[in-house]
């Protein structure tokens, strides 16, 4: 009998032991994917020296893995259906390995962008698989705790990996970073081909895939994912390169909608957009996205560039937010089954916003301790922010059109993160060539303080060398290290502040949407 005759699966009438067999393995191999991007994130300098790679040339290996990722995740609902999600998943985490192994055996930096562009793209598809599945096998309390777990897995990898890459580094080497996938993926892979049967194959869909949708979508996300990457660094469009991807990929964006709504065979389909609290999920997972990668990324590098901290005392400082978001999961689920889920999502964004707006009140003194109050607050809001957006964009949808909203939602944050960490990139550089040049009118002035603040370190150098030639020379640069130091600092509150700024302006969509139905309320006590 072949596939299509067979009666269709109802994932939801598995065992409850099954059920979350099946979760558990899908739900590790989307951390496994997604801590590595920060794994790799915080050894780059030491894959580049290994490598005897340029600055230019080890950028690649993080953008490469990302413009692959961002490609799979919405092709990966086409995939589910036609290879079904055991086998979508089973090859993707087996194909993820293999790939980590290659990265770890690359002899130059062109196998390790090809090799990273292979786990990227491998990758991709268990990040929106195990948020369709999850919504799919389960149903009521159970149901609410899925975003809650997936949301943890989803912030808890940025936040760790830096720390367990800076020790894999340090302890074993740089290859390392690379070979630590291969037993849990290995693992993943065999329980993905064992124990994932949720649905049945529809291999047909593949003879009618619509192969110039497929090119325009990679065309569009790969190349916008390129500008986001390389533009802070090459002065956007200015750069002859940035504008002719730019001007690419908005020809490729425009030919993917249009298949999108014409053709035949569309890998990704856009239906799910016509529910406006899809559309609302969709915006506050572009700003969590935006905000939740912008300050993961942006409190390592304060501390790294402002203290001088190595990845280790950053690990450390930063742990606390990881902490924050376990303890606040539990919280952020029950509410969902009991609070209307814009009242969730309201409180989540604005304690969201109060945390960045306490860290725009650093100074080049700050460490851990001035930090531990901003990152505990932020770790625990940001569950209160994904838990409510997850559920509204993801209940009332059946299994096909649940694997395309997944796909689309998980894409929101991927394009968050990208364009936040590209737009605070060029915010901080700005700022930071502002602050330069105020600081340069100050000391400029006659008079007070700045006379004084210069004549106390030229004498604290002066008692250390009796060259004068010398001495000039050491103040030059003490007071170039200085005077970087503090508009670097006060650059980094600007760009808090902004972001701060936007999580309030998402807060105007919360009263317009429409919270799915607290249908696993428990019911009241009876005496």
């Known amino acids: 009998m072949s596939s299509s005759a067979k009666p269709p699966i109802d994932p939801g009438a598995l065992p409850t ?37 340029g600055p230019d040339e080890i950028s690649w290996v993080q953008t490469g893995y990302l413009m692959a990722e961002l490609v799979m995740i919405p092709f990966a609902a086409f995939l589910a259906q036609s290879l079904s999600t055991r086998w979508l998943f089973a090859l993707s985490a087996g194909l993820f390995t293999l790939s980590s192994a290659l990265c ?246 604005s304690l969201f916003a109060a945390a960045l707006w306490l860290t725009s009140h650093m100074t080049s003194a700050w460490g851990f301790t001035a930090l531990l109050a901003p990152q505990a607050l932020r770790g625990f809001a940001i569950m209160l922010c994904i838990v409510p957006s997850v559920n509204m964009a993801l209940s009332g949808f059946e299994m096909a059109e649940l694997r395309y909203a997944s796909g689309l939602f998980n894409l929101m944050r991927n394009l968050g993160g990208a364009i936040g960490i590209a737009v605070v990139n060029t915010w901080l550089g700005d700022n930071a060539r502002i602050h330069v040049a105020r600081f340069g009118e100050a000391l400029g002035e006659a008079g007070r303080s700045g006379d004084a603040a210069l004549s106390t370190l030229a004498d604290r150098i002066a008692a250390r060398t009796p060259d004068a030639a010398h001495a000039a020379l050491m103040l030059q640069g003490e007071l170039a290290k200085v005077v970087g130091r503090e508009a670097l600092t006060l650059a980094f509150n600007d760009v808090f502040r902004l972001m701060a700024g936007i999580f309030v302006l998402a807060l105007i969509m919360a009263p317009f949407c429409k919270p799915p139905p607290l249908a696993s309320r428990p019911p009241p006590e009876t005496h």
């Open 17 to 53: 032991r099954t059920k979350f067999l099946i979760f558990g393995v899908m739900a590790f191999g989307q951390f496994m994917a997604l801590i590595d991007i920060q794994i790799v994130a915080a050894s780059l300098n030491d894959v580049q020296a290994g490598l005897s790679a």
């Open 104 to 349: 770890g055996m690359a002899w130059d930096i062109d196998s390790m962008i090809l090799f990273r562009v292979l786990q990227g793209f491998t990758g991709g598809a268990m990040v929106p698989t195990v948020f369709a599945t999850g919504f799919a096998l389960f149903s009521g309390p159970q149901r609410a705790m899925i975003p809650a777990i997936l949301g943890m897995v989803s912030v808890l990898a940025p936040t760790l990996g830096p720390t367990v890459g800076g020790w894999l580094t340090e302890a074993v080497g740089w290859r390392s970073i690379f070979y630590i996938n291969i037993v849990p993926g290995a693992m993943v892979t065999i329980l993905a081909i064992t124990v994932i049967k949720v649905d049945r194959a529809k291999p047909e869909m593949l003879k009618t895939i619509d192969y110039s949708h497929l090119v325009a979508m990679a065309v569009f996300l790969g190349g916008l994912e390129y500008v986001l990457e390389e533009g802070p660094r090459q002065q956007w469009f200015e750069d002859p390169t940035i504008a002719i991807a730019g001007w690419v990929t908005l020809v490729a964006l425009g030919l993917f909608i249009e298949r999108s709504f014409r053709s035949g065979g569309p890998v990704v389909k856009l239906s799910p957009f016509r529910k406006p609290t899809f559309v609302f999920a969709c915006v506050f997972n572009l700003v969590i996205g935006f905000g939740l990668y912008s300050s993961t990324y942006l409190i390592p590098v304060f501390l790294g560039r402002v203290r001088g901290y190595d990845s280790q005392e950053i690990g450390a400082t930063v742990f606390v937010t990881g902490v924050a978001q376990i303890a606040s999961t539990v919280i952020a689920a029950r509410l969902s089954t009991r609070v209307d889920q814009r009242i969730v999502v309201t409180v989540g964004l």
